[in-house]
């Protein structure tokens, strides 16, 4: 199976930083990847596919990169509505496996 | 609008089985491979199964953690995808989320196994 360690497990962090996020890959996973944000009581959301392709509606702030088998899930300037929980997904091979989710909170 | 609604949740006793069920509307459930993903208390996400399409002949995947004990199927008929798990633990209280594709997600539905 694919692991994909994602660091760090939480974070907190002002308003207006830019902060990264990222899931190590165990294998090649190639771009196949995506990241979700996950607010309290709310289904998951894709934010990032393809590893580097923003999703429809998700603001330019976010933006995901690739340097071989780290991703990472960056906020370029962090505002108060992105305290959440984020998850990547790899989806290479079966089992498709998830990473273990980062709490950010705003401090 | 894409509509995804999962249905039949509950409190069900160990050793016992449950069938999900996910209802979906809004667009082309024949192209699509479908998921059921979910969520321990507090914890993160876990895939659970995914099945693909009527072009790769209803494939089925399944996390390990769970094989044997799952079964996922779909009614292209009816737009709507199905999860039944049976000899349910305690470990697998959780949400339940449908999901085409992982574009869109149900709100989920809550299954808790509890003597």
């Known amino acids: 199976d694919i692991q994909m360690t994602q660091s760090p497990s939480s974070m907190s962090a002002s308003l207006g930083d830019r902060v990264t996020i990222t899931c190590q890959a165990s294998?090649?996973?190639?771009?196949?990847l995506i990241w979700f944000q996950q607010k309290p009581g709310k289904s998951p959301r894709p934010m990032i596919y393809?590893?580097?392709n923003l999703a429809n509606g998700v603001p330019s702030r976010f933006s995901g990169s690739r340097s071989g088998s780290d991703y990472s899930l960056t906020i370029s300037s962090l505002e108060s509505e992105d305290m959440a929980d984020y998850h990547c997904?790899?989806?290479?091979?079966?089992?498709?496996?998830f990473g273990s989710g980062t709490k950010l909170e705003i401090k | 609008e894409v509509q995804i609604l999962e249905t039949g949740g509950g409190l069900v006793k160990p050793g016992g089985s449950l069938r999900l069920s996910c209802a979906t509307s809004g667009f082309n459930f024949n192209d699509y491979f479908m998921n059921w993903v979910r969520q321990a208390p507090g914890k993160g996400l876990e895939w659970v199964a995914q099945i693909r399409n009527k072009n790769y002949n209803y494939a089925t995947y399944y996390a390990e953690s769970l094989e044997g004990r799952v079964t996922i199927s779909r009614d292209d008929s009816k737009s709507s995808v199905y999860l039944q798990v049976s000899s349910l633990r305690a470990e697998d209280t959780a949400i339940y989320y449908c999901?085409?594709?992982?574009?869109?997600w149900g709100q989920g539905v809550m299954v808790t196994v509890s003597s």
């Open positions: 997904l790899q989806y290479k091979q079966y089992p498709l496996t």
């Open positions: 999901t085409r594709a992982f574009d869109y």
């Open positions: 393809y590893a580097t």
């Open positions: 294998q090649d996973i190639g771009n196949n």
